[in-house]
């Protein structure tokens, strides 16, 4: 079973009626999601492609029952509320595709996901792909590109970056590799789910048999990856990429995403290849070598 999505998941929008969203509805529809409602307040008895807009997520859940997901794609200063609207209605697994939402708001949301035993993925990320099964916001884009750069398998993909998560699968695919799950977690200092939050999932997971991670300078949590990894003794050969080598002599330098700000020694690329290695994950120069180490480490494994 792939993690977090499957065929069978119900989800919702918040903001649908917004252009990005409108977008987003007829990717994921085309792609076979099962979306059974969105939320844009005021806009009730509209509909997106098919889909019933409602003013609140209450309704929804009151005319189709309790849903899985929701993806939130609401302007950043709304994001806040709306992400405590889905969680007060019960809703487990929250996509927040929305960028530049205050770093105090990311934080109250992720404690109430915690306190609600739910979880957020973003913000300012693409989503989550289950290849083959159904896809939870824009990662891949259209349903035809979609298919092409993603196929059924079984490596795990993480990435702070969402077109590199399709880039990293692309790779794959080329490769015969197909995958399990792709998430792109998002690219801000403050995130939902890390990539050792995550790694459990995978680890369970017996149609996941190794992950490619995309990583960047900036933040913690390749350290927090490499101790999970040692501390557990993972199962999963694990290959990442990390991106912005160059970055290394410029401390506070900021480049891409809101949450790669090298601050200090241990948030540089060296410091973080240095100690996933020494975890046993492998460090791919290029994206291209990441196919050719994930079957050298399945082979070891075998």
């Known amino acids: 079973m792939p993690i977090l999505i499957t065929q069978d998941t119900r989800f919702i929008i918040q903001g649908i009626t917004g252009r990005e969203a409108v977008n987003l509805t007829r990717e994921n529809l085309d792609y076979g999601a099962k979306i059974v409602g969105g939320v844009t307040p005021g806009r009730a008895g509209r509909d997106v492609y098919g889909v019933p807009v409602y003013d609140c997520v209450r309704d929804v859940v009151r005319d189709h029952g309790n849903v899985e997901g929701s993806i939130v794609s609401v302007p950043p200063g709304f994001v806040h509320d709306a992400v405590f609207e889905a969680l007060e209605n019960g809703v487990k697994l929250i996509v927040v595709v929305t960028e530049n939402v205050p770093r105090k708001d990311v934080a109250q949301m992720v404690e109430l996901a915690r306190m609600k035993d739910a979880r957020i993925i973003g913000p300012n990320c693409l989503g989550i792909i289950s290849p083959g099964e159904a896809k939870m916001g824009g990662v891949g884009g259209p349903a035809a590109n979609t298919r092409q750069a993603y196929s059924k398998g079984h490596i795990g993909i993480m990435s702070r970056s969402g077109g590199m998560t ?10 015969g590799l197909g995958q399990s799950t792709a998430v792109s977690i998002g ?38 990856l490499a101790d999970w990894v040692a501390e557990n003794d993972s199962r999963l050969p694990i290959v990442a990429f990390m991106a912005g080598r160059f970055m290394d002599e410029m401390q506070g330098m900021r480049f891409g995403h809101a949450g790669t700000i090298v601050e200090g020694k241990e948030d540089t690329t060296a410091s973080k290849i240095e100690r996933m ?9 290029r994206i291209e070598e990441i196919p050719e180490l994930i079957q050298k480490r399945l082979a070891e494994a075998r």
């Open 166 to 175: 399709t880039e990293i699968a692309s790779t794959l695919s080329a490769a």
């Open 187 to 224: 690219g801000d200092a403050i995130v939902g789910s890390t990539y050792a939050e995550l790694m459990p999932l995978f680890e369970a997971d017996p149609e996941t048999h190794a992950i490619a991670i995309y990583s960047e300078p900036g933040g913690r949590m390749e350290a927090e």
């Open 277 to 285: 290695e020494k975890a046993g994950i492998s460090v791919a120069e």
